[in-house]
């Protein structure tokens, strides 16, 4: 039975970092989870995430079936203490994949494959170097799109992700990026970043990446999740198997949408959310874009058990 009043939400590239997975290690379900990862795709993922260097973790085709397993493991860890399902689900971005293993929507095996491959699509859409994604704070939404169009010229320049008011970030041709993070403090913008990442995702230059994806979507087996699952591309909810194959496949160019989707989960009674997986970035977002919903990084056991009494807090009311 499902509360109708908590929700799952699971990271994405971003939050990866040497021995991320500590604080969880000895729970149920965590290494075992590792274990089948390295099994399915051959590489020793626990070892990656336990010894392995920063700048493998950022390499996108180790970082996505890295958080993937990550984020799965921290959910069998909650179900296997007896933690109930959720109401509702999301994830940002890769994050996606996850909440949709979590909801019984994809097999963990194929969600695997899957974003090892989205992750190769990626990078080979975009020679390395020629494409960039910068974080621009504290300038609106509208602000930062005129400066997209203003600094692209001929290039591509599109704000790929909504994560919080004021905190946008923009994607494209390298060069286009860094035009317009001179532009955007011209206009006003408190900071412009340019973050460690190999590829501009979310924006038009992966739709070639998202056509090798939709033909290799439709091999693989998808349910009707048990758990509604709110997707990126439109902050929608899918219960058929065309549906998600297409949301999954348009997510690689379209923006993530996360301050609506947490406003939404606000809309639809959300009181609490659960961060699932290593990190604090979703909570840290959670807290600046919607006071309904305050959502809790589940990054150690303690940090799960704290979570599940205020559940429990919440079932009893």
């Given at each position: 039975?499902?509360?109708p009043m908590?929700a799952?939400?699971?990271?994405?590239?971003?939050?990866?970092?040497?021995?991320?997975?500590?604080g969880?290690?000895?729970?149920?379900?965590?290494?075992?989870?590792?274990?089948e990862?390295?099994?399915?795709?051959?590489?020793?993922l626990?070892?990656?995430?336990?010894?392995?260097?920063?700048?493998?973790?950022?390499?996108?085709v180790?970082?996505?079936?890295?958080?993937?397993?990550?984020?799965?493991a921290?959910?069998?860890?909650w179900?296997?203490m007896?933690?109930?399902?959720?109401?509702?689900?999301a994830?940002?971005?890769?994050?996606?994949?996850?909440?949709?293993?979590?909801?019984?929507?994809?097999e963990?095996?194929?969600?695997?494959r899957?974003?090892?491959?989205?992750?190769?699509?990626?990078?080979?859409?975009?020679?390395?170097?020629?494409?960039?994604?910068?974080a621009?704070?504290?300038?609106?939404?509208?602000?930062?799109?005129?400066?997209?169009?203003?600094?692209?010229?001929?290039?591509?320049?599109?704000?790929?992700?909504?994560?919080?008011?004021?905190?946008?970030?923009?994607?494209?041709?390298r060069?286009?990026v860094e035009?317009?993070?001179?532009?955007?403090?011209?206009?006003?913008?408190?900071?412009?970043?340019?973050?460690?990442?190999?590829?501009?995702s979310?924006?038009?230059?992966?739709?070639?990446?998202?056509?090798?994806?939709?033909?290799?979507?439709?091999?693989?087996?998808i349910?009707?999740?048990?758990?509604?699952?709110?997707?990126?591309?439109?902050?929608?909810?899918?219960?058929?198997?065309?549906?998600?194959?297409?949301?999954?496949?348009?997510?690689?160019?379209?923006?993530?949408?996360?301050?609506?989707?947490?406003?939404?989960?606000?809309?639809?009674?959300?009181?609490?959310?659960?961060?699932?997986?290593?990190?604090?970035?979703?909570?840290?977002?959670?807290?600046?874009?919607?006071?309904?919903?305050?959502t809790?990084?589940?990054?150690?056991?303690?940090?799960?058990?704290?979570?599940?009494?205020?559940?429990?807090?919440?079932?009893?009311?």
């Amino acid at each position: 039975m499902s509360n109708p009043m908590f929700a799952l939400v699971f990271p994405g590239q971003g939050s990866q970092t040497p021995g991320m997975m500590q604080g969880v290690a000895e729970l149920a379900g965590v290494r075992e989870t590792f274990d089948e990862a390295t099994e399915v795709l051959g590489q020793d993922l626990w070892q990656m995430v336990e010894q392995g260097s920063q700048d493998t973790l950022n390499l996108t085709v180790n970082t996505q079936p890295v958080m993937l397993a990550a984020g799965v493991a921290t959910w069998r860890a909650w179900r296997a203490m007896g933690g109930p399902l959720p109401a509702m689900m999301a994830g940002h971005s890769l994050g996606e994949y996850t909440a949709l293993v979590a909801a019984g929507a994809l097999e963990f095996a194929d969600a695997l494959r899957l974003v090892r491959l989205r992750a190769q699509l990626m990078q080979d859409a975009v020679p390395e170097g020629t494409g960039a994604m910068a974080a621009i704070l504290g300038m609106d939404d509208d602000a930062v799109r005129g400066v997209c169009r203003d600094a692209a010229e001929d290039l591509v320049l599109e704000a790929v992700n909504y994560n919080a008011d004021g905190q946008v970030v923009i994607a494209g041709n390298r060069l286009a990026v860094e035009r317009a993070m001179l532009l955007a403090k011209e206009r006003g913008a408190k900071r412009a970043v340019l973050l460690p990442v190999s590829v501009p995702s979310h924006c038009a230059l992966m739709q070639p990446a998202a056509r090798v994806l939709a033909d290799e979507l439709e091999k693989v087996g998808i349910a009707v999740p048990i758990v509604p699952v709110l997707h990126n591309a439109d902050v929608a909810v899918y219960g058929d198997a065309a549906a998600i194959r297409d949301a999954l496949s348009r997510q690689l160019y379209s923006p993530v949408r996360w301050v609506e989707t947490v406003r939404a989960m606000g809309d639809a009674g959300i009181r609490l959310a659960g961060e699932c997986g290593p990190g604090k970035v979703l909570a840290g977002l959670a807290r600046r874009i919607d006071e309904r919903v305050p959502t809790q990084a589940l990054i150690s056991s303690d940090a799960l058990r704290a979570f599940a009494d205020n559940v429990n807090e919440l079932l009893a009311a």
